[in-house]
C-alpha cells in the first residue's frame, strides 16, 4: 500500500467524482492490506457506476474470501450479465471461470 499514491487517488476522486476509474484504483490499493476498506469502495462502484465491469471480478473474489457468500454470488452473476451485455468475451471467460470455481468451493 502506498500511502503518496492513496492521497493523490483521493485527490482525483475530489477532483472528478463521477470517474470510476479513480475510486477503483483506490479500491485497488487497499485489496490487500485493508480489504474491507476495499471492498466497501467496491460496493459503493457497483451502486454508483453499475456498468464499471472491472468491479465486479474483484468485488465477487473479495466476498468470496470474506465468505459473504450470497453476496458474491450476485455480484458473481451481474458480472457475467454485464460482461455479456457489453460482448466482453476477455471478462466473461474470467467471471464463468472464477464463478465456477467459487460454486465448487463453496461445495
Do not use: C
Not at 502506498?2 to 485489496?31: G, H, Q, V, W
Not at 457497483?46 to 455480484?75: C, N, Q
Not at 458473481?76 to 476477455?90: R, S, V, Y
Request: aromatic share 14%.
Amino acid at each position: 500500500m502506498n500511502d503518496a499514491r492513496i492521497s493523490m487517488l483521493k485527490d482525483f476522486i475530489k477532483d472528478e467524482p463521477t470517474n470510476p476509474f479513480n475510486k477503483y484504483a483506490l479500491a485497488m490499493e487497499y485489496y490487500d492490506a485493508q480489504p474491507i476498506k476495499s471492498l466497501e469502495l467496491l460496493r459503493s462502484l457497483i451502486s454508483e457506476h453499475a456498468d464499471y465491469l472491472p468491479t465486479y471480478f474483484k468485488a465477487a473474489h473479495l466476498l468470496w474470501e470474506e465468505e459473504l457468500w450470497e453476496e458474491a454470488d450476485e455480484v458473481f452473476t451481474n458480472g457475467i450479465e454485464l460482461a455479456e451485455k457489453q460482448e466482453d468475451q476477455k471478462a466473461i471467460l474470467e467471471l464463468k471461470s472464477a464463478y465456477q470455481n467459487f460454486q465448487f468451493d463453496r461445495d
